[in-house]
């Protein structure tokens, strides 16, 4: 025992002062005790460095349970429960870019079962707190504007901390925290791989897009040329569909006594004016002409503040008699390719969506990701999320499931496991706990072993020939597309989102649920050619959203967000890594160890694995 608490501790870099060790030891369940230590270290302010740890630390940590071994016979103590420690809200940010689709704020807390305890156990907080009675069978719902704080010692002073302000795009109302209750070893856990084989029928399973071996391209000219000539054309086929264009003209058909204009262009440049106007440049494949958006109609100019080069788009103008086809017009209307609205759809099964879980680095959370794994074998959780989880058909891993080699400068340093082959063996071994009648869908990210530009082949098997070898697994590209018995999801890791951060004010990695909406409006997931996603110039842009999707899920920024646009569902998924010094660099706060769900109904769950 004692080995395997020290191993364990120092594996993950943390060194146990002689009192914290026997602290640990003397608790009821040691090894357990161990794991919820691990999980609040690393995801607080230890994340790579080896830190000591002593038993003051621990006792100070809020929500932790420390069981200890009491010699008392006679009498059963009571259970002081600690007090809960409430997640502050903020207000509603940037109500105009929202439109009244940003979600009012809650916190949704299920209360931990009631469990049973020897006349030997005794449950010990950290410090005196009042106690709270609640029916195990009621559901904790608070919804507030401020958060409790804990009183200082009186010897203390109190640590004044700026807090974060809440992101208004984090799904609070949908969150479910899952209980720390283990299931009893007298309840047969159902289908676990090692167990019992797999009856599950996955039929209705389909890969509707897979770019892994459908990628042609010689890097030349041409090729580039080839490439904004389909997505030219995919997209104005689109658009021509919209009801403004129906009667639309290439620019070299545009007559000299012509005043009406409605064009479908690809956009050059934009630039503001020095009066204040936006002059867009635009072409199509017979020509170009300038587009002036006056400062002096505001919804225009909210539009064509979004506005990024190489995007394809609807434009309503005007110009003067007796000018030529390349004179200067003036907008009346911008119009995105945008998506129709789609009916919700109701499915009879769970599906679980993952990503930047970064086995391999010192900052994974791993006894979070194992917490998420025994959940979804039916093995941990109340009894109503463990039913969640045996609903549970497919789990979709939307890239970065390995830390990688090399993909920033010093990442060496925060790596744990420093071969790309062992990180996905290790991937292998942790995956390969999950019950085989779960489907995963593995798409890679920039941090896998695939090639770096867009679209990515699925990760090769020679770099992951252990996570090949588990039949419940499916390799993809990034992106993909795949129909879940009907359910259509469009996968991609989100590298373009950085683009469409730098590219407008409006946009934010924390507000990265506003940047799918805007993926969906253009009908683009990557639409800024040659800026920080590397895009690949075949014959054909993968990255067009041909197929209007259920599901738009993302990852890549490892910040939980979720939002619904004319009835799809769009998830960014998170991380299971805690804040990386390169993520420190650019004030990227993560929100580890949550895990979206579309349970049975087709209702949107997030799921905590961490406090």
Same mark, same amino acid.
């Given at each position: 025992m004692t080995a395997e608490i020290l191993i364990k501790f120092a594996r993950k870099g943390i060194i146990l002062s002689p009192e914290a060790y026997d602290l640990i030891k003397n608790s009821k369940?040691?090894?357990?005790?161990s794991s919820e230590i691990i999980v609040k270290l690393k995801s607080g302010n230890y994340s790579k460095d080896m830190v000591p740890v002593d038993a003051t630390t621990i006792m100070r940590m809020e929500g932790l349970n420390l069981e200890m071994k009491s010699p008392i016979k006679d009498e059963k103590p009571k259970a002081i429960k600690p007090l809960e420690t409430k997640t502050?809200?903020?207000?509603?940010?940037?109500a105009e870019l929202e439109k009244g689709e940003t979600t009012q704020e809650k916190s949704i807390e299920l209360n931990k079962p009631k469990t049973t305890q020897s006349t030997a156990e005794a449950k010990i907080t950290t410090e005196e707190k009042p106690k709270t009675t609640?029916? =195990?069978a009621e559901a904790k719902i608070t919804t507030e504007e401020k958060p409790e704080l804990n009183k200082p010692k009186a010897e203390e002073k109190p640590k004044e901390e700026s807090k974060p302000k809440a992101n208004p795009g984090y799904a609070s109302e949908h969150v479910v925290k899952i209980e720390d209750a283990e299931v009893s070893k007298e309840v047969e856990v159902k289908y676990k791989r090692n167990l019992t084989e797999s009856k599950v029928n996955f039929d209705k399973f389909k890969v509707l897009k897979d770019t892994s071996n459908k990628s042609y391209t010689s890097g030349e000219i041409g090729n580039l040329i080839e490439y904004f000539q389909n997505r030219?054309?995919?997209?104005?086929?689109i658009l021509e569909k919209r009801p403004e264009l129906r009667t639309w003209q290439k620019i070299n058909e545009i007559t000299e006594n012509q =005043?009406?204009?409605?064009?479908?262009?690809?956009?050059t440049d934009i630039r503001n004016t020095k009066n204040g106007h936006y002059l867009i440049e635009v072409e199509d494949d017979t020509g170009s002409m300038p587009i002036l958006v006056s400062k002096d109609n505001d919804e225009l100019i909210?539009?064509?503040?979004?506005?990024?080069r190489d995007e394809v788009i609807g434009v309503i103008a005007q110009k003067r008699a007796g000018q030529s086809e390349n004179q200067l017009a003036i907008c009346q209307n911008l119009i995105d390719p945008d998506v129709p609205r789609k009916d919700r759809k109701e499915v009879d099964f769970g599906t679980v969506f993952t990503s930047d879980i970064h086995i391999g680095s010192s900052t994974f959370l791993e006894d979070a990701f194992v917490r998420f794994t025994r959940w979804l074998n039916g093995d941990f959780g109340s009894e109503e999320q463990r039913e969640m989880a045996n609903n549970v058909k497919y789990m979709i891993i939307g890239g970065d499931i390995v830390d990688g080699i090399g993909v920033y400068p010093n990442q060496d340093k925060e790596l744990a496991i420093k071969d790309i082959t062992a990180q996905y063996d290790e991937a292998a071994r942790l995956v390969g706990d999950?019950?085989?009648?779960?489907?995963i869908i593995i798409t890679p990210g920039n941090h896998d072993a695939s090639r770096v530009a867009e679209p990515q082949p699925a990760v090769p098997e020679k770099y992951a020939k252990s996570l090949y070898k588990l039949n419940n697994v499916e390799f993809l590209s990034n992106p993909s597309t795949v129909s879940l018995d009907g359910l259509e999801v469009l996968i991609y890791h989100g590298r373009g989102i950085d683009d469409m951060v730098m590219g407008s004010n409006d946009f934010s990695h924390e507000r990265n649920d506003l940047v799918m909406k805007e993926f969906l409006r253009k009908r683009h997931l990557a639409p800024l050619y040659g800026e920080r996603t590397p895009l690949a110039s075949e014959l054909e842009d993968?990255?067009?959203?041909?197929s209007v999707p259920d599901v738009l899920h993302t990852g890549h920024v490892h910040i939980n967000t979720y939002s619904n646009y004319k009835g799809i569902h769009c998830i960014n998924s998170g991380t299971f890594q805690t804040q990386t010094e390169f993520q420190k660099i650019y004030n990227i706060v993560p929100t580890p160890a949550e895990v979206p769900i579309i349970d049975v109904g087709g209702n949107y769950k997030q799921l905590k694995f961490i406090d």
């Open positions: 369940n040691p090894i357990n005790l502050p809200l903020s207000n509603q940010r940037d609640q029916s =195990t030219y054309k995919k997209l104005s086929g =005043t009406d204009l409605n064009l479908i262009v690809m956009i909210r539009a064509a503040r979004n506005l990024m999950i019950r085989s009648d779960i489907k993968h990255l067009v959203i041909d």
